[in-house]
């Protein structure tokens, strides 16, 4: 449903979050009229979004390769840098039908949602240890694959052990002292677990790259989302586990996914 807004009160809508700081204030107006249900709601959302949280949070998705992705307040909010670990992920998969699939630090279930519908038939393994963004996965993947509770690949089911086809991890990769210096939608409403890499921001990334060989099938890939400057670390990590490794950078998404492959029967 749309607020219909006079030309006088567009502009005064564009001109609040104009000095709220909303860079795209004019389309920001837009979406928030489109969401509401009515003036008391549009106030509502716009008073939201004014006082800092995140756009997507306000309206409650996200848009994501062509997807609308739910996303709940307090949720990290998918970036579109990470359709370059989609990208990266369709690359390597196997082309038949029926490939396993893990995602970890799934948040609202965006990139295991994106390649479960790019890649029609595979089956979808997804977790994350805050309930909130579970819930909110679960709502996005449905059908599409299962969703677990639990820290990193601790909730994944014994037997995946030695089938994975395509790991993929957009682990948080934030050192923990650069937190403080993100944007304030990040910092105040995202959960720090969503963001916090440790002192050099790789943590994460060496304890998914400790237990991808548990997981993987022969021949089998992680992908890890990670930064230029942070791509020798996270790549230096995979190749201490007895992994093949190739940095790939997304010049026009500015993103940088490290590929990692289990050794295996060539083009398994």
Same mark, same amino acid.
């Given at each position: 449903?749309?607020?219909?807004?006079?030309?006088?009160?567009?502009?005064?809508?564009?001109?609040?979050?104009?000095?709220?700081?909303?860079?795209?204030?004019?389309?920001?107006?837009?979406?928030?009229?489109?969401? /509401?249900?009515?003036?008391a709601a549009l106030?509502?959302?716009?008073?939201?979004?004014?006082?800092?949280?995140?756009?997507?949070?306000?309206?409650?998705?996200?848009?994501?390769?062509?997807?609308?992705?739910?996303?709940?307040?307090?949720?990290?909010?998918?970036?579109?840098?990470?359709?370059?670990?989609?990208?990266?992920?369709?690359?390597?998969?196997?082309?038949?039908?029926?490939? %396993?699939?893990?995602?970890?630090?799934?948040?609202?279930?965006?990139?295991?949602?994106?390649?479960?519908?790019?890649?029609?038939?595979?089956?979808?393994?997804? @977790?994350?240890?805050?309930?909130?963004?579970?819930?909110?996965?679960?709502?996005?993947?449905?059908?599409?694959?299962?969703?677990?509770?639990?820290?990193?690949?601790?909730?994944?089911?014994?037997?995946?052990?030695?089938?994975?086809?395509?790991?993929?991890?957009?682990?948080?990769?934030?050192?923990?002292? =650069?937190?403080?210096?993100?944007? +304030?939608?990040?910092?105040?409403? =995202? +959960?720090?677990?969503?963001?916090?890499?440790?002192?050099?921001?790789?943590?994460?990334?060496?304890?998914?790259?400790? /237990?991808?060989?548990?997981?993987?099938?022969?021949?089998g890939h992680l992908?890890?989302? %990670?930064?230029?400057?942070?791509?020798?670390?996270?790549?230096?990590?995979?190749?201490?586990?007895?992994?093949?490794?190739?940095?790939?950078?997304? =010049? =026009?998404?500015?993103?940088?996914?490290?590929?990692?492959r289990r050794p295996?029967?060539?083009? @398994?």
């Amino acid at each position: 449903m749309t607020v219909p807004l006079t030309t006088a009160a567009r502009d005064a809508l564009v001109a609040r979050l104009r000095a709220a700081g909303c860079v795209y204030a004019e389309d920001e107006a837009a979406l928030l009229a489109a969401e /509401a249900t009515d003036p008391a709601a549009l106030a509502a959302l716009t008073a939201r979004r004014v006082a800092g949280e995140p756009l997507e949070q306000v309206v409650g998705w996200a848009a994501f390769r062509g997807l609308r992705v739910a996303v709940a307040p307090g949720v990290f909010v998918p970036r579109a840098r990470t359709g370059a670990l989609v990208d990266a992920a369709l690359t390597v998969l196997p082309p038949a039908a029926g490939a %396993t699939v893990v995602d970890l630090c799934c948040g609202t279930g965006a990139v295991g949602l994106a390649l479960a519908t790019e890649r029609p038939g595979l089956a979808l393994w997804a @977790s994350d240890i805050d309930p909130a963004a579970v819930a909110c996965a679960r709502r996005n993947v449905g059908g599409l694959g299962t969703v677990l509770l639990g820290d990193l690949d601790a909730p994944l089911p014994a037997d995946l052990a030695g089938r994975v086809d395509v790991l993929v991890a957009n682990a948080p990769y934030v050192p923990t002292g =650069e937190i403080a210096h993100m944007p +304030p939608e990040a910092r105040d409403h =995202e +959960p720090r677990t969503a963001l916090d890499g440790g002192a050099d921001g790789v943590d994460l990334h060496r304890r998914v790259a400790a /237990a991808a060989p548990r997981w993987l099938a022969p021949g089998g890939h992680l992908l890890i989302e %990670t930064s230029v400057g942070q791509a020798g670390a996270t790549a230096a990590a995979c190749e201490g586990q007895g992994l093949a490794v190739r940095v790939v950078h997304d =010049e =026009e998404l500015d993103g940088t996914v490290v590929v990692a492959r289990r050794p295996g029967p060539a083009g @398994s």
